[in-house]
């Protein structure tokens, strides 16, 4: 369906003349029907935000799209609401900007900049928390989406909100405090402008799906040892499960600034070791093995019962067992 922003036949309660949003406003999508006793509640709320915002000057517009089960309660629950309103009988509308925003249940507030970028998926809990305050941080976003070409997108798929120094933030990859800098709003995380050039440059990894020792999915990335230089001041780093310098290719988990060379990806991914441990156990890849030695036994790193040699954090072939573990390296030999 094409939303066309200028033609959508936006009323005002009780009003039957079609109403546009006024050029520049940022937008709030509020859906909701009068049968969900939350959106009954938050009601009030929304309406205070949303005259606050707007008592010097319009800077922010509201279209409630109703999920109520028939005209009677609509007309009803949006008696008080001082905003715009898709009409209850356009129902392809209503059903359109719901797809459109992919909203699943009957309660949602979607903030958008003015060309209908989404700035927060659900900003519900921002306007019970901050009110109207919730503006200031939706405008930054928004101006910032404005002057630059793209906000980036944070590992769910939000739009990022760009800040500085003044909002005191750390980052969640290279863990220094924040100059300059993106936070998502609803994963409540935020990123350096390095790093995050960096995150945006890599790739989920398809090939060999493998895992960081806290489990997270690892990125394909290239350029490493830049992001090194840049971030850590030393263009070296280790492969943790190898102890080699990589090129700069391989898999990265930003999170917790740990690598993998793609020999050893090829190796973890596609190998099944047939060796056993001496009580005959099987020994399996274990992305995790350094965690939960760490869990164990407070230091987070393993040995290498075969060449002897000592991997601070990365995975290795186990059986758990029997504490017997088996390097990448070694693996590969066999
Ligand atoms: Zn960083
Ligand atoms: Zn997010
Ligand atoms: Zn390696
Ligand atoms: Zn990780
Ligand atoms: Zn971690
Ligand atoms: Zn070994
Ligand atoms: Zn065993």
Redesign the pocket.
């Known amino acids: 369906m094409d939303l066309d922003k200028r033609k959508m036949g936006l009323i005002r309660h009780g009003g039957h003349e079609p109403t546009e949003i006024q050029p520049g406003c940022l937008i709030g999508f509020y859906f909701a029907a009068h049968w969900v006793p939350t959106a009954r509640n938050f009601l009030s709320k929304l309406i205070a935000a949303y005259t606050a915002i707007n008592s010097s000057s319009k800077k922010f517009e509201i279209i409630f799209v109703s999920f109520d089960r028939n005209e009677d309660t609509f007309e009803a629950f949006s008696q008080e609401m001082p905003w715009l309103i898709v009409p209850y009988k356009n129902e392809t509308l209503r059903i359109g900007l719901a797809k459109k925003f992919q909203i699943s249940d009957s309660f949602h507030l979607v903030i958008t900049t003015p060309l209908w970028k989404v700035i927060s998926q659900n900003a519900i809990e921002d306007v019970k928390c901050k009110a109207a305050q919730s503006f200031d941080f939706w405008e930054s976003i928004s101006s910032n989406v404005k002057s630059y070409e793209e906000s980036p997108y944070c590992e769910k798929g939000h739009l990022m909100g760009f800040i500085d120094q003044t909002f005191k933030k750390r980052c969640a990859y290279c863990k220094s405090e924040i100059i300059k800098g993106w936070t998502c709003l609803e994963c409540k995380m935020s990123t350096c402008t390095i790093c995050q050039e960096f995150y945006s440059n890599s790739a989920s990894d398809e090939e060999f799906k493998l895992q960081?020792?806290?489990?997270?999915q690892m990125r394909h990335a290239s350029k490493m040892n830049e992001y090194y230089m840049s971030r850590f001041l030393n263009s070296k780093y280790t492969c943790r499960t190898c102890n080699q310098l990589p090129d700069g290719n391989g898999l990265h988990?930003f999170?917790?600034i740990?690598d993998m060379c793609f020999v050893c990806a090829k190796i973890a991914y596609e190998k099944k070791l047939k060796k056993r441990c001496e009580k005959g156990h099987e020994i399996t890849w274990t992305h995790e093995l350094c965690?939960k030695i760490q869990e164990k036994f407070g230091k987070c790193e393993f040995r290498c019962e075969i060449c002897g040699e000592s991997y601070m954090g990365g995975g290795g072939y186990a059986c758990q067992a029997c504490e017997y573990y088996v390097c990448i390296p070694c693996v590969r030999k066999t």
Do not use: K, P, Q, R
């Open positions: 960081c020792l806290h489990s997270h988990c999170s917790c740990f965690a």
